[in-house]
């Protein structure tokens, strides 16, 4: 069965344009003018993925991809923008989206891109969490409650970002890994994530969870 594709953008030349090439690739479209009539659209449908303009008139695009994601709609999202630079990554990152795509594009990396998150949202799950973002072979952190503020490396050894990586793709692997290796990651991620921690699976590793739904022992162990 052919995937949907929602598509916001309020230039109607390039909707219009990522439309033909979109049902070119066998995908059938669906198409947005604004954030607004996307809200009408999703609630009566559920595509498969969205393809997202970060720059609209009207409710912006980050803004909407926080609404959504608020509202616990999990649906994929590549954001489309003009604006590049890491930390405009990174922001779009943190805030739901699955991968971010900067203008000017190719329609094959974009069908590249969409059917990659497609391939993830059906096997298993890859979302980061709060927090955390992981760009160009770098974990970087930031303050959920302060989301204007700036998101920083976080400076690991290779063997401690070897394991956060493990964990992390997907979220919710259990990783082996030398005790001190472990215990370094796991300060230096306390430090700087209150909500993160990693725990000892006795027999089999560790594992990262997020403590505001996953309480645990004092001493970090879970049987």
Known sequence: MNK?????????????????????????????????HADEVLARLSPDAIVLDRMMIGMDGLTFLRKIRGNGTATPVIMLTAMTGAENTIAGLADGANDYLAKPFQM???????????????????????????????????????????????????????????????MGNIAPAAPMVAKRLRNKINIVLSNLDIITIRGRGYKLVDTTNHPQNKDGNKE
């Open 4 to 36: 949907t594709i929602l598509i916001i953008d309020d230039d109607e030349m390039l909707r219009n344009a990522l439309g033909k090439g979109l049902r070119d690739e066998g995908f059938n479209v669906l198409t947005s003018e604004s954030a607004e």
């Open 108 to 170: 094959r990396e974009l069908v590249l891109r969409l059917n990659n998150i497609l391939r993830q949202s059906t096997g298993y799950n890859t979302k980061m969490p709060n927090g955390l973002t992981f760009i160009d072979n770098e974990f970087f952190v930031s303050d959920p409650s302060l989301p204007n503020t700036p998101a920083k490396i976080l400076a690991l050894s290779g063997e401690e970002k070897k394991l956060l990586q493990h964990l992390t793709h997907p």
